[in-house]
């Protein structure tokens, strides 16, 4: 059984930063990626950005132009999301996942989800 627990979440102004945590508890030992993705209000959830567990190794979604910064601690099994100049339009619900696998496998089909945190960007 793996937990989730996303926090960080809540309402700023455009230009403004958010850091997004993600908490992860339970059989979390064969969790080799994790990541984000988000879900704006009548769109469709999309891959924001990843990170492997053991090797470091960080994937983007091009959209997110290097405002996004994706990081991990492995002591306290914690995953972030560093947002930076966000825009009216990065408005969404965020979503923590992770899966027994590659980033690869986690674009397509992640194994577990948080309940999601909501981040609203003002103009």
């Known amino acids: 059984q793996v937990q989730l627990l996303e926090s960080g979440g809540g309402l700023v102004q455009a230009g403004g930063s958010l850091r997004l945590a993600c908490a992860a508890s339970g059989s979390t030992f064969a969790l080799f990626a994790r990541g984000w993705f988000r879900q704006a209000p009548g769109k469709e959830r999309e891959f924001v950005a990843a990170i492997g567990w053991v090797s470091g190794t960080t994937e983007y979604a091009g959209s997110m132009g290097g405002r996004f910064a994706i990081s991990k601690d492995n002591a306290k099994n914690m995953v972030y999301l560093q947002m930076n100049d966000l825009k009216p339009e990065d408005t969404a619900v965020y979503y923590c996942?992770?899966?027994?696998?590659?980033?690869?496998?986690?674009?397509?089909?992640?194994?577990?989800w948080g309940q999601g945190t909501q981040v609203t960007v003002s103009s």
């Open positions: 996942a992770a899966v027994m696998g590659n980033i690869a496998k986690l674009r397509i089909a992640a194994d577990y």
